[in-house]
């Protein structure tokens, strides 16, 4: 998964189902995990509380679950929320069609405190969330599990839900094998011109692109259409710096629409 990161505690493992930004789990071969989280769970290390407990609104046309842990603290929820409703409009006046209506599709559950997820996350393996102490219900959806840690590391990260909704993109409407993302990858990788690049920070440092191609799929998605916390920032910097992702963009998110009954 996807998104956003404490980098120095992160290693690479080879396990599979969640792609997040600064999540804080046993995502698997496609992303870096905490060396303080163990590999199998068999006790959840938090309340599950069913979906039907959640509260549902709709937000920008996406489905948003509130937990019930982060309606009992008023004014967090409530800024949490105006913070996602901002990103959620944005996305909204960015995104093409169809591609939008895919993103809309797509479930956004918000808690207070999820005690594995540092941030947000993509959601993949029902099967993963039972097995480490998640709803399984959030397979194929994307998750806000730390309200605080939203407010404040979208400060540098202001696409952040974005990313997390690229992952979704990318793997139920591209496939998570899409031949042409993991070629712009590898070709990024080769190049080793992102090895150390620019972090809004002010400092450099390896982009976060190079994790994987679903990274880099999301990394460039959001700058492609909003801004990154790393170089290139934005789509003018993009299109000098990774020409073949500015055009792997152009050919993945503005796709024509099906014709009626294919």
Known sequence: MMFMRNYASFVAVALAPVLCTGCVTT???????GDEVPASVEEPRGRIHEKSSYRSQSMHGWTVLVSPDLISDPELERRTLALLDDHLYRIGRVIPSPALEDLRGVEIWVEKDTPWTQCMCYHISPAWLTANGYNPAKAGTVEVGNAEA?????????????????????????????????????????????????????????????????????????????????????????????????????????????EPGT
């Open 27 to 33: 995502p698997g071969q496609l992303d870096p995990v």
């Open 150 to 258: 939203f407010l404040e590391w979208t400060r540098t990260q202001p696409w952040m839900v974005l990313h997390e909704l690229a992952h979704a993109y990318h793997y139920q409407v591209l496939g998570p094998e899409h031949s042409g993302i993991n070629a712009a990858w590898r070709a990024r990788v080769d190049a080793g011109d992102f090895d150390r690049v620019l972090h809004a920070s002010g400092a450099p440092r390896r982009h976060y692109a190079l994790t994987n191609d679903k990274e880099y799929f999301a990394e460039t998605t959001e700058a492609y259409f909003g801004t990154n916390d790393f170089h290139p920032f934005v789509r003018a910097e993009l299109q000098q710096a990774d020409p073949r992702g500015h055009a792997l963009m152009e050919s993945t998110w503005y796709r024509p629409p099906e």
